[in-house]
């Protein structure tokens, strides 16, 4: 008799020996297109593909657009899984396609789809309304993970109903009105992580967003139109907010939050005021109870240009992360003294291209009780020399008693022999620990 080959299809190995239902959940990891080319494998394998309850479609994958649109529909109206654990569709389109993409999105509910991620781009022009995501996507009562991206338009006019939805991504969405957005997330009573991200859209003057279950919130504004945000969640843990400029944000801060990143990225001199920089002041001192802190450098800005004084106190901050142009490095001295129990610091700076620079820091009256007994680590990113960037380098590693990583990253404008000068000075600093420094 001769020997099965090892691997072979008719030995007892291989994948072919595995049951249907692990062979479905191994090929739900990979792209439709691929799924289905297994139905010329074996008389077994010709139909495996629509018992899969995960389908990715890509555009890219296909060479002609009707291709693609004809191979959408055939598999997903030809599945036989009653329950759609994925569909994912990116496409990419300069034709008419948003019938053809809110038939799909009515077939995955119909299929009592779990996760529903959609990014679709279509480069045509065609009426509101057809952009419009059908209504029924508002009850569906098995989404868990929703995600629309590009093209899309909200427009809520019944009840909004998502018993499970945990994850609502929103990116380049236009919302029917401020109220459409409201009754969306509130119909979300389950909800715990948000992404929102937006240019300008005339419908929308107020973001508010008013949930008891929201942990995570991310917003990324680039509009300088952008006006307003209403934020209440008493759940909230973590926010992450970047906006090319707001006129008020009013959050209501729970204890539960820990970790906040703010960024502001105006770019005009003129757009900077007084009374936004004192905004920025008292909403950071409600954030008193963090304990990982971003902060953008034209936030850092504001709060150097504010004539309000910070005077909140940190008392659970163990990281702090700022971003700086050189010349605005005051409001770190600010920072520091509000601190109780830092340990990690990391400070990126933006190159500064002034002759002359200000007075950008000062020793501390008192050496800060954090720098003596908790700081652990410390990164300075973007050195370039200047004289109080040095005087801060050396008070930070004189009274850095317990550091266990410093690294130190030189900006590309300096040219060799001032890396060269500046690590030679550095390494002549005075120190309280032992621990390398990194120079790169």
């Excluded at 555009?59 to 036989?80: A, C, I, P, Q």
């Excluded at 990116?171 to 948000?194: M, T």
């Excluded at 700076?349 to 020793?363: E, I, L, Y």
């Amino acid at each position: 008799m001769g020997k099965t080959r090892k691997g072979s299809c008719n030995g007892s190995s291989g994948i072919t020996s595995l049951p249907d239902s692990i062979i479905s959940h191994i090929l739900s990891f990979l792209p439709t297109k691929e799924v289905v080319a297994t139905s010329i494998l074996s008389k077994r394998w010709r139909f495996m593909w629509r018992d899969v309850p995960t389908l990715i479609f890509d555009v890219e994958e296909h060479h002609k657009r009707d291709t693609f649109v004809n191979f959408v529909y055939r598999v997903l109206f030809s599945g036989k899984s009653e329950c759609l654990h994925k569909f994912q569709l990116e496409w990419v389109s300069s034709g008419p396609g948003f019938q053809a993409v809110n038939t799909w999105i009515d077939q995955a509910i119909a299929r009592n789809v779990r996760r529903l991620d959609l990014e679709v781009s279509i480069e045509y022009e065609e009426e509101d309304f057809k952009r419009y995501v059908p209504g029924n996507l508002f009850t569906c009562g098995t989404l868990e993970f929703l995600r629309l991206r590009g093209s899309f338009g909200v427009k809520v006019s019944g009840v909004v109903c998502l018993p499970k939805l945990e994850i609502l991504d929103l990116y380049s969405v236009k919302y029917g009105s401020d109220e459409c957005f409201r009754r969306l997330i509130s119909g979300c009573p389950v909800l715990h992580s948000l992404i929102i991200g937006n240019g300008f859209d005339e419908n929308i003057t107020v973001f508010k967003i008013s949930s008891p279950s929201l942990t995570c919130l991310k917003m990324d504004c680039w509009s300088d139109e952008f006006q307003q945000v209403e934020i209440d969640a008493p759940a909230l843990q973590s926010l992450d907010f970047q906006s090319f400029g707001w006129k008020e944000l009013s959050v209501r801060w729970p204890t539960s939050v820990n970790e906040v990143k703010l960024c502001n990225d105006y770019d005009d001199e003129t757009d900077l005021n007084i009374d936004q920089s004192n905004s920025i002041v008292k909403l950071i001192e409600a954030m008193s109870s963090v304990s990982f802190l971003k902060l953008g450098e034209l936030i850092v800005k504001d709060l150097s240009r504010a004539t309000t004084q910070l005077s909140a106190t940190f008392e659970r901050l163990t990281q702090l992360a700022i971003g700086c142009v050189c010349c605005h490095r005051n409001s770190l001295n600010v920072l520091l003294e509000c601190s109780v129990q830092l340990k990690v610091l990391e400070i990126s700076k933006r190159s500064c291209f002034r002759k002359t620079h200000m007075g950008c820091w000062r020793d501390p009256e008192q050496v800060p009780k954090w720098l003596l007994h908790s700081l652990q680590a410390f990164s300075f990113t973007g050195l370039e020399g200047i004289p109080d960037e040095m005087a801060m380098i050396m008070y930070i590693l004189k009274h850095g008693a317990v550091m266990k990583k410093i690294e130190l990253v030189c900006s590309a404008r300096c040219q060799l022999e001032v890396k060269f000068k500046m690590t030679q000075e550095i390494l002549m600093f005075p120190r309280s620990s032992i621990c390398p420094i990194k120079f790169d």
